[in-house]
């Protein structure tokens, strides 16, 4: 059992505006209240999910030395961070326990954003010793890509707006791909130390697709509750730059991973990440006389780059 709401997306799929109304009023309930929520019916097939599962498990199982060929720098930020490489002011000496690859929609050498050295529009940088696994990664990417239609139509409808209202602002986004690796930790292990410390995703929101081992903590009051794995679903959860749009209506709110399991942990998570040039502002039917607007305008691109900065400065955290 778990305390995060379950959504069956299946209504909204199959487009009657009964169904569409249903699953909106649902969607809003959740993100005002807990900001996560789990997917269920969503329309990817399972055997998409699977397949980029076991993509990630084979590009883990690469000696070392064969994923540090395809390590991200400062001005690339796709490819492979390794092991306990981010190290936070609030972590003293204990990074997070995860390895990960990342990596963005495919974008030709002359592209203008890559000409220009937008770093946070990179090449991708794929292993070289891995049949099939590029292919595998983007066929991911565009299921992703067709549920995050479908997603910001749903949430659109959820806060009384247009519903094609998002998407214009999704053209070609930031969005992003993280394949994660979470070895063990043991019960000895550090109080301070985390496979991923609490945060919350500087993303609109985010489409996590988790293993069956657990350890995904959500913030809630002074507590942390589990978000277990449930079958065939995503866990779905706000970030920053919704909370903004919406004047913190809807939640964007902290969580974490320790993998206390004894076992391997995988977890491919999707930020859904608007256009570089867009400007994320309150929208109308979130303020008013009794709601004032919190937050000024903010441009995504330059809010992302400061982000990407911060992850590469270890003296200080990544919010």
Known sequence: MTDVPIIDFLPFREGAAAGKAKVAREIRG???GIGFFYLARHGVPRAEVDAVFDASKRFFALP????????????????????GSRLYAEQADAPDLNESFKYQHELPPDDPDIRDGNRVHALNRWPSDL???RETLIGYYVQMESLTERLLRAFALALEIPEDY???FYKKPL?????????????EARGRQFGIRPHADTTAFTVLAQDNVGGLQVQRGESWIEAPPVEDTFVINIGDMMARWTN???QSTPHRVINRSGAERFSIPYFAIPDFDAIVECLPSCKGPDRPVKYPPLRVGEFMQG?????WNKDKPLN
């Open 30 to 32: 959740a993100c005002e």
């Open 64 to 83: 070392l030395e064969e994923r540090m060929k395809v390590k991200l720098s400062p001005k690339q930020n796709r490819g492979y961070q390794p092991l």
């Open 131 to 133: 049949p099939g696994w």
């Open 166 to 168: 998002f998407l214009a």
């Open 175 to 187: 969005t992003q791909i993280n394949l994660l690796h979470y070895p063990p930790q043991s019960s």
């Open 248 to 250: 913190d209506r809807f």
């Open 307 to 311: 982000s990407n900065s911060r992850d």
